[in-house]
């Protein structure tokens, strides 16, 4: 028995010139599609790469008709500037009644550290350093002095 393998060599040819010819029909497709349309060429890879996310969550992937029956994104309306602007002006009110209030506040300690001061005038009574010795031997004078200090003088926690 003797085969011959001439017949198997076309029918091989033929057949790879085949796979040949329609590889390269596609891939002339594949280029002119390219060349024709790149949004439609990225928007192919995005579907691809949705359908790749969608398969490894586990998901059906959504076919291109339920894509296009999705309504399309809705735009929000600008943001009204407005309340902002009224916010702003109640802070520049607030802020001008606090440096009101913090000028009251630097006013009130001047007076108060004037009447913490000595008295140098000249009706003022000025008590000797001898006279406030023979006070506090006084015991009356002593415990009345201990108690002015305590009520006021510097709180305990400062002292």
């Known amino acids: 028995m003797h085969f011959d393998v001439g017949p198997f060599v076309v029918i091989a040819g033929a057949a790879m010139a085949w796979l040949k010819q329609r590889s390269d029909a596609k891939a002339r497709r ?3 599609t390219a060349q024709a349309d790149p949004d ?4 192919r890879v ?3 790469i ?4 969608d398969q490894r969550r586990g998901a059906a992937a959504p076919t291109a008709f339920q894509r296009e029956q999705e309504p399309p994104p809705v ?4 943001p ?3 309340e902002l602007d009224a916010a702003a002006e109640k802070q520049k009110r607030i802020f001008a009644k606090m440096k009101e209030l913090e000028a009251a506040n630097a006013e ?3 007076r108060a550290a004037m009447l913490r001061a ?3 005038l000249p009706g003022a009574p000025a008590l000797e350093s001898g006279g406030w010795l023979s006070e506090l031997r006084n015991p009356l004078n002593a415990r009345r002095a201990m108690v002015l200090r305590e009520i006021l003088g510097a709180p305990v926690a400062l002292r």
């Open 75 to 78: 735009r929000e309306a600008p």
């Open 30 to 32: 594949n280029a002119q």
């Open 80 to 82: 009204d500037f407005s």
């Open 50 to 53: 949705r359908r790749k996310i």
């Open 46 to 48: 995005q579907e691809d």
């Open 118 to 120: 000595p008295s140098t």
């Open 40 to 43: 439609e060429q990225t928007r």
């Open 108 to 110: 009130a300690d001047k």
